[in-house]
């Protein structure tokens, strides 16, 4: 596609995007029973090309969801454990001697994929998860001075597990910034769980999907995506939004505004603007309204709004303060 950012979108391309992301959504669905929050999430990753951070407890599908969208675009899936011992080039690649060939060749690690899943990344060491930063961040590797690019489209799904956190390491603010959004998943209702049973005893899960669509179709939604219509206006509430959390003092009572450490960085609001517009190509629409920025408020601020203990010691949430925030702001 040749089309300037700002071409309008016509409906035609509106038309095929939505034929796109209803065959994706049929063949999650096949796997996938409920989250449908998860699956907004993923689609909306899938659509700007960003990271998503899941926390949740064991045994709330995020590998089958992660294999599911994966395979929906016949995309190559890794999924890497992440232990204290986990090291670098067990992720990234190494060189690897060849006794016959007397020379070096490399081998690529399994972050080289489309999808990786990088499961309890908060186990994995401080230098481990600096390598995954580079790939995350310049979508790139760097093994024995070579640089190998990252297969395109390329997207980190890292989970952690709120509840266990003997022998975990922090993720550092910078890490938790390249991702676009975080999502927290609850426990399915009663109807959805006695469904993945019934599935998982029908075998539904071991049966291959026949809905798919190709890597180019990826590309050609992340192309249309990135030239949804932004209106200055809604631009505007964004960046008022997110200044807010920067300067809680002057916009929130005394009674929140002195939980808060730090507030968002300038990458919240280009993960608002690249997010609502995702989630306008999903509603069918080609340009951003004020309730595609608030529908994913907590997604892009939750990880990027640093409270303090007291915070904690109060059982004050980040939701909650992100609320307050985006009440002090007109919407457009």
């Known amino acids: 596609m040749n089309q300037s950012q700002d071409a309008a979108l016509t409906p035609n391309e509106m038309e095929r995007a939505g034929r ?13 029973v409920g989250q449908s929050g998860l699956r907004t999430s993923l689609l909306v990753a899938l659509m700007t090309g960003g990271h998503v951070l899941l926390e949740s407890v064991p045994g709330l599908a995020k590998t089958t969801a992660a294999e599911a969208i994966a395979d929906a675009v016949q995309a190559k899936f890794q999924r ?3 232990t204290p011992d986990l090291l670098p080039s067990d992720i990234v690649g190494t060189q690897v001697y060849d006794p016959g060939a007397r ?4 081998q690529l690690g399994p972050i080289h994929a489309n ?8 186990r994995a060491s401080a230098k481990t998860q600096s390598a995954m930063l580079e ?13 190998h690019e990252l297969p ?17 390491y922090h993720l550092p603010e910078a890490q938790l910034d390249r991702f676009l959004i975080k ?6 209702s009663i109807a959805d769980e006695a469904e993945i049973v ?11 999907s026949n809905a798919h669509v190709t890597l180019d179709d990826v590309n050609y939604l992340q192309q249309l995506t990135r030239r949804v219509y932004l209106d200055p206006a809604v631009l505007n509430y964004i960046v008022q939004a997110v200044y807010v959390t920067r300067h809680a003092s002057q916009y929130l009572p005394e009674s929140l505004a002195r939980y808060v450490e730090y507030g968002a960085s300038p990458r919240a609001s280009i993960a608002f603007a690249s997010a609502a517009r995702a989630l306008a190509v999903l509603n069918g629409r080609d340009h951003v309204i004020p309730d595609d920025v608030k529908a994913f408020r907590h997604h892009v601020l939750r990880h990027r709004m640093i409270l303090n203990f007291e915070a904690d010691a109060d059982g004050v949430s980040p939701e909650t303060v992100i609320d307050a925030c985006f009440a002090t702001v007109r919407v457009p």
Do not use: W
Not at 20 to 32: D, G, H, N
Not at 152 to 168: D, K, M, S, W, Y
Not at 198 to 208: F, L, P, T
């Open 80 to 82: 890497i454990q992440c």
């Open 135 to 147: 790939a995350m961040q310049e979508r790139q590797t760097s093994i024995g001075g070579e640089i």
């Open 183 to 188: 999502d927290v998943l609850g426990y399915p």
């Open 20 to 32: 796109i992301l209803e065959t994706i959504v049929r063949s999650y669905s096949t796997k996938v």
């Open 198 to 208: 019934r599935r998982v005893g029908a075998g539904v899960y071991d049966d291959e």
């Open 152 to 168: 395109r489209p390329f997207l980190v799904l890292a989970t952690q597990n709120p509840i266990e956190q003997e022998g975990t």
């Open 103 to 106: 020379a070096f060749f490399t």
């Open 115 to 122: 999808f990786v899943l990088l499961d309890e990344i908060n």
